[in-house]
């Protein structure tokens, strides 16, 4: 499970999600918690008008020959409603631990487990020694792999925030500097480290740090703005040249994002294909202009959240010369014309992008695509300077810098 679902999911329902979905060997075939029961308490112990409900009902659970695994969550949704009703600390805090000491030896488990509750308690002020033991308890139960390294980078940052919180300065610096590397672009991760300068007395590496939190790319955290100010305004006296610093380190931000790590330098292909109309369209009448070509099929459900936004981006630069191409490759369908299905999906969804036809995967080969959608930018020179593959998050933007890069 990515660090983007447990923000999407919620952090409690992504953490049941992983508990019940581990493979965990059950220890017993006791009473359970339904998926429904699951949502349903989740919602209620974070209200603190039904949290008490919550604590009473999932003790009765426990009480009734609870399945092992079920217990584990049911706790763990107990320690929730007690944070909503602010219990007093040692008694969650005892929770916390009595309920770790029964964590499966599930990896995954145990990193959910104890990286939030790490969280939890600074964000209730509670015990931070405690913190930093529960993130020190994520971390050495997180796995090597490298497709960890995301979460792997958030858990360290929770270290260095716990840390930070003790206060141990040096050793958040420390760990908040490694949790950078891991994750550069973490806005709250670099506004822990500038707190932490800002505390061992190093103004200036503290104004850098909140700087490089307020310029990461498409990224919304103010966290780091009010520190920075008065960092700023007390080395230098105002705010003056601050705006055009952080400007300096946007721009920084968007050519690494946008631009540097999508670029994919070749010679385009050419291709001679055809329209819906089944008129001739080839790559080399588009000669001179700035072209972005999207592959892309109805049946495919990426494509189906992109092409808004490639709409979107044609009917904004179609009348300043840029070419859009929208690429279309349908899977059979016995009985049906393709021609017919891709026609149909455009007037259901009112999308007037050019379409060139390439059933016969003849620029689909030429261009290498692997998957679906892929988008290309190719520049007035016949060359590809960009490649998009999927959907990502904030991708209109990135279009818009891409497109406008190749205009200037």
């Not at 029964?102 to 995954?108: A, G, I, V, Y």
């Not at 790490?118 to 994520?138: C, F, P, Q, T």
């Not at 008129?279 to 001179?288: A, E, I, L, R």
């Amino acid at each position: 499970m990515s660090v983007r679902m447990i923000r999407r999911l919620g952090p409690l329902v992504a953490a049941a999600l992983a508990l019940l979905t581990t493979g965990a060997t059950l220890a017993a075939a006791g009473n359970r918690l339904t998926s429904t029961q699951i949502q349903d308490y989740n919602a209620a112990a974070m209200d603190s008008s039904r949290a008490g409900r919550v604590v009473h009902e999932l003790r009765s659970f426990l009480a009734n020959d609870a399945d092992s695994t079920h217990a584990v969550m049911a706790r763990r949704l107990m320690i929730r409603a007690m944070f909503t009703l602010n219990a007093p600390g040692p008694q969650i805090i005892a929770l916390i631990d009595s309920t770790g000491r029964m964590l499966p030896h599930e990896p995954q488990v145990v990193v959910f487990f104890y990286a939030q509750l790490a969280e939890d308690v600074m964000d209730r002020g509670l015990n931070s020694k405690k913190a930093i033991e529960y993130a020190h308890r994520a971390l050495d139960a997180m796995p090597k792999d490298e497709q960890y390294a995301q979460l792997r980078g958030l858990v360290i940052g929770i270290l260095g925030r716990a840390q930070l919180a003790y206060p141990q300065p040096d050793s958040a610096i420390a760990t908040l500097r490694h949790a950078v590397t891991v994750s550069p672009d973490s806005q709250r991760v670099l506004a822990y480290l500038g707190q932490a300068y800002d505390k061992a007395k190093k103004p200036d590496l503290a104004i850098e740090a909140y700087v490089r939190s307020l310029s990461v790319y498409l990224a919304k955290d103010t966290t780091a703005a009010a520190p920075l100010r008065a960092a700023w305004k007390k080395k230098h006296g105002s705010l003056a040249g601050l705006d055009p610093t952080l400007e300096k380190g946007r721009a920084a931000s968007r050519k690494s994002v946008a631009l540097d790590q999508r670029r994919y330098e070749r010679a385009a292909p050419g291709w001679a294909l055809t329209d819906l109309d089944k008129k001739p369209v080839s790559f080399d009448q588009f000669k001179g202009k700035v072209i972005v070509m999207d592959f892309w099929g109805s049946w495919c459900g990426p494509c189906r959240m992109e092409l808004p936004i490639f709409q979107a981006a044609y009917e904004r630069y179609k009348a300043k010369g840029v070419v859009f191409l929208g690429m279309n490759f349908e899977r059979p369908v016995p009985g049906r014309d393709l021609r017919d299905i891709t026609r149909q999906f455009m007037e259901q969804n009112k999308y007037t992008f050019p379409v060139v036809i390439d059933h016969d995967q003849v620029a689909v080969a030429a261009y290498e695509v692997n998957g679906f959608p892929t988008m290309y930018l190719i520049d007035k020179t016949g060359k590809i300077r960009y490649r998009n593959v999927g959907v990502s998050e904030g991708i209109e933007t990135i279009l818009q810098d891409q497109i406008e890069s190749l205009m200037n």
